[in-house]
């Protein structure tokens, strides 16, 4: 193999592993905000339900409108 090859096959290298580590940091950065908008998911699901279990009617009588 002559020494141009070898020098070409090297900077692909070096190129392609520059790649990898690029696409890898992103993937992680995605992950974090995955995470994190999963837990504000999480946050207000619980805030919604929080608010619909209080406003719910307990006996009949909450159940009329309030102009009676």
């Given amino acids: ?3 141009s090859r070898l020098t070409e096959l090297e ?3 070096a190129f392609a592993e ?5 696409l890898n940091q ?3 950065r995605q992950q974090r905000q995955l995470d994190s908008l999963q837990e504000q998911f999480r946050l207000l699901h619980r ?3 929080d608010s619909q279990s ?3 009617p307990t006996t009949p009588r909450d159940e009329i409108p309030p102009h009676y």
């Fill in 1 to 3: 193999m002559n020494e």
């Fill in 11 to 13: 900077a692909k290298l």
């Fill in 18 to 22: 520059d790649l990898l580590d690029t």
């Fill in 26 to 28: 992103a993937v992680i």
């Fill in 47 to 49: 805030q919604v339900r």
């Fill in 54 to 56: 209080d406003t719910e």
